[in-house]
């Protein structure tokens, strides 16, 4: 998944006369870190799962299918939660420009954690990744935004699409080069990998930084002393009462992952119940932002509802591809973790040709609605996950399937993704009450995490006999599409709260 925000800001930007593709030379800096940053991100998410779930004999932690998909999937959500205190630390404390740095040095000592083999700094390497890229994640795409003067700059939107390939190049090539490194060499190697290609993306961020807009180095909304050190303080208070509780937990010899897994879980969903309960008792606004808060929760279920299937690409659908599927096409051979780089691909290929399907169907008055685009999407999602269900079918009693199973699967995904992704962004800023308007993108990034809490809740609760099942695959897919059918059928109910948006 691919995502960025914009930013309104005035172009502060060097002007040396250079160009990159006609666009400012900041451009460049951020393509070329972003695109090293997803290299390291996707790359590290193709060996994850099958790495926890390999036996100790083979190098790997020999977990259970079901704790291991679940470990993912909380370890996915953590990344979009931080993307809210990644956006708050910027406008408060450091600015856009140092938060990025520190992300990015934060993800890159998270890999090289990975890389030592010892179950402790496994888990410290993913929760410095999380943590990094949760920082990193909520500014780079507002840098860009800084670049161009104004909104209404005409290179803006090219800019943006420039920035969203070089996501996808990098989340493409992650799987060809450090999946086969680390199913085919050595595990740790892979990780070791990852963190190279984060070194490489943050040596060409602090080369280029001359070229970004000053813009960037401001801090928006600069905290008062006397806040940042209550802020500290409770937060001091807060881990160490966490850091008690769980040196209780591990010295009585009661600890396993489920200490964390569950708790994180539970937090993931309860708090964007929280963050929409906070705004709907807000008496600042008035009825008609409220109506339209009303109908983005809509949007927001069926988004929650999407990546709990979506982002199982890295973890159920991983497992499959290693566990049964062929990884032979027309007599080459390749690593399982190839796969995961058949959803950039397609994007690749697919998003320019839905950019225009949008707009030659605007001129025709057809467009979808929004309420329409989202149904599809989850129908496409749900459809993704009954095809799942037949192709574990046609694996049972051992047998390898072809393929082009999962590459089916993918496309549908794509499709789906196309239809629900770069739609939930430009809804969010529309249906975004005045006062929420800078948080609110913040509060999409949550659908993420609500999706994937609620997945490692399945994952756990079900265990392994069933993870990965036929049913399990039936059930999911079965739920997405009455989910669509039901958004689609109070389409008219739901577009009646968004008022004058459509």
């Known amino acids: 998944m691919a995502t ?45 799962v ?12 020999g977990m259970k299918i079901a704790v291991a998909t679940a470990v993912y999937s909380v370890y996915n959500a953590m990344v979009y939660l931080l993307a809210l205190p ?24 998270g890999h090289f954690l990975l890389a030592v083999p010892a179950s402790f700094s496994f888990f410290a390497g993913l929760g410095f990744i999380a943590l990094g890229s949760g920082l990193l994640k909520a500014n780079i ?40 490194v680390g199913q085919s060499v050595n595990w740790h190697l892979g990780f070791a990998l990852a963190g190279v290609g984060m070194a490489l993306g943050l040596g060409q961020y602090l080369l280029g930084t001359r070229h970004l807009s000053a813009q960037s180095n401001e801090v928006s909304s600069p905290i008062p002393a006397a806040e940042k050190q209550a802020i500290l303080r409770k937060a001091g208070l807060w881990l160490a009462a966490a850091a008690v509780f769980y040196g209780v937990v591990a010295l009585t010899g009661h600890f396993t992952i489920n200490w964390a897994i ?6 993931g969903i309860a708090i964007p119940v929280f963050v929409f309960a906070r705004v709907k008792r807000d008496k600042d606004l008035d009825r008609a932002e409220q109506s339209k808060m009303s109908g983005y929760i809509w949007f927001f279920v ?15 659908l991983n497992v499959f591809a290693l566990d049964n599927t062929a990884s032979t096409l027309f007599g080459f051979h390749f690593p399982s973790s190839w796969f995961q780089s058949l959803n950039p691909l397609y994007i690749m290929a697919l998003a320019p040709v839905f950019a225009w399907l949008w707009v030659a169907l605007a001129r025709r008055g057809k467009n979808p609605s929004t309420t329409m685009k989202f149904a599809f999407g989850l129908l496409m999602i749900g459809a993704s996950f009954l095809v799942m269900m037949l192709a574990m079918a046609a694996a049972s009693g051992g047998v390898k399937v072809t393929p082009l199973w999962l590459a089916v699967v993918y496309l ?38 609500a999706g994937d809490c609620v997945a490692a809740i399945f994952q756990l609760a079900l265990g392994d006999d069933v993870v990965g099942s036929t049913g399990y695959f039936a059930f999911q897919g079965v739920m997405a599409i009455v989910a669509g059918v039901g958004l689609a059928m109070y389409r008219r109910r739901v577009n009646a709260l968004m008022g004058d948006v459509h």
């Not at 939107?157 to 450090?178: C, E, K, R, S």
């Open 412 to 449: 549908v995904q794509t499709v789906g993704e196309l239809t629900l992704s770069p739609v939930g962004l430009s809804v969010t800023t529309k249906l975004a009450p005045a006062k929420y308007a800078s948080q609110m993108m913040g509060v999409w990034f949550l659908a993420v995490t």
């Open 50 to 61: 099958l790495y926890m779930t390999a036996a100790t004999t083979d190098g790997g932690l």
């Open 141 to 180: 795409s507002t840098m860009v935004g800084h670049l161009y003067d104004g909104p209404n700059d005409p290179r803006r939107d090219g800019g943006f699409t420039i920035f969203y390939m070089g996501i996808n190049l990098g989340a493409f090539a992650a799987p060809l080069v450090i999946g086969t």
């Open 302 to 316: 069926a988004a929650a509802v999407f990546w709990m299937i979506y982002d199982q690409s890295g973890s159920t």
């Open 262 to 267: 569950w708790p994180l879980s539970i937090a």
């Open 4 to 48: 960025t925000t914009l930013d309104a800001g005035v172009s502060q930007a060097p002007n040396s006369g250079k160009t990159f593709f006609g666009h400012p030379r900041g451009l460049a800096t951020l393509f070329m870190t972003e695109m090293w940053e997803r290299f390291s991100f996707y790359g590290m998410r193709a060996l994850l």
């Open 86 to 109: 990644g956006g708050w630390i910027a406008d408060r404390f450091l600015g856009a420009r140092k938060t990025v740095a520190l992300g990015g040095v934060i993800i890159m000592i």
